[in-house]
């Protein structure tokens, strides 16, 4: 690690504090260009406290930039990892307050919730497939907090992958006898289809962006437990949304889920 303690607390209120005022920021690796990935990590670890001490829960941990469209529109080719409170979530059909976000963006994803605990180093996608309850439909409302959603790696694990909403609904499905490499899915705005895809686009599987959380953590000497909620990130570009859009996805056999933006 690069930066002090201090600068690590400092960085992680000055995003906390951006997130909660809904105020942007330029990306916190131009002031700190020697900032490494411990650096990144030690940041989100620093607003999952803060967050922990305001009474929040966390309720489920994601993957993202993991589809080749997400790394080709962001310029990156790592996924990177991040959690989600409970203040995140939405009910499915339920509303979304553009007000209390930046420059929201939707990108549909398949959420994976494990029935058996998952620890790397060593996971892999028949290891996740193995230990997954089921899958279900869900859209992530990312919301980065930089400037035009302007921002390198490190900057954007320090923000917890610009996490902010979240919904899942649909039909849970077990694993068993079903490809997700194949399954195909389809994000409507406002009944328009907006982007198509399939689950190969999550790196070839969408299980092994799950084997990646797992590995990341086990290195950490963290482990993803039983009954967790995870999404594995989006298998298509981000759409902007605004005020007024309604979001549906419709995931191959698993039904669908849907938010609004008021």
């Known amino acids: ?27 916190i690796t131009e002031q700190h260009p020697d900032m490494d990935w411990d650096d990144a990590y030690a940041i989100q670890d620093e607003i999952r406290a803060r967050k922990l001490a305001r009474g929040l829960k966390v309720v489920g941990l994601k993957a993202g ?96 992958t610009s996490a902010s909403r979240f919904v899942v609904g649909g039909q849970p499905v077990g694993v068993e006898g079903l490809d997700l490499r194949t399954t195909g899915i389809v994000l409507e705005v406002n009944g328009v289809p907006m982007a198509f895809g399939a689950g190969a686009a999550v790196l070839g599987h969408p299980a092994a962006a799950i084997a990646m959380l797992a590995n990341h953590l086990g290195e950490r000497g963290e482990e993803i437990p039983a009954g967790t909620m995870i999404l594995s990130g989006g298998i298509t570009e981000a759409v902007a949304v605004k005020a007024g859009d309604n979001v549906t996805l419709r995931v191959q056999g698993m039904g669908s889920c849907s938010l609004r933006f008021v």
């Open 1 to 27: 690690m690069n930066l002090d303690q201090n600068t690590i607390k400092q960085l992680a209120e000055h995003l906390d504090n951006c997130q909660l005022n809904q105020q942007d920021t330029l990306k």
């Open 65 to 160: 930039l993991t589809s080749f469209a997400k790394m080709k529109q962001m310029g990156v080719e790592v996924p990177v990892f991040g959690f989600m409170t409970d203040d995140y979530t939405v009910q499915d059909g339920g509303e979304v307050k553009v007000s209390e976000l930046i420059h929201p963006k939707v990108e549909p994803e398949i959420a994976f919730v494990t029935k058996a605990p998952l620890k790397g180093p060593g996971c892999h996608i028949g290891a996740v497939l193995a230990a997954t309850d089921f899958v279900m439909p869900g859209i992530e409302v990312i919301d980065s907090r930089y400037r035009d959603f302007k921002f390198d790696l490190k900057s954007v694990i320090a923000d917890n």
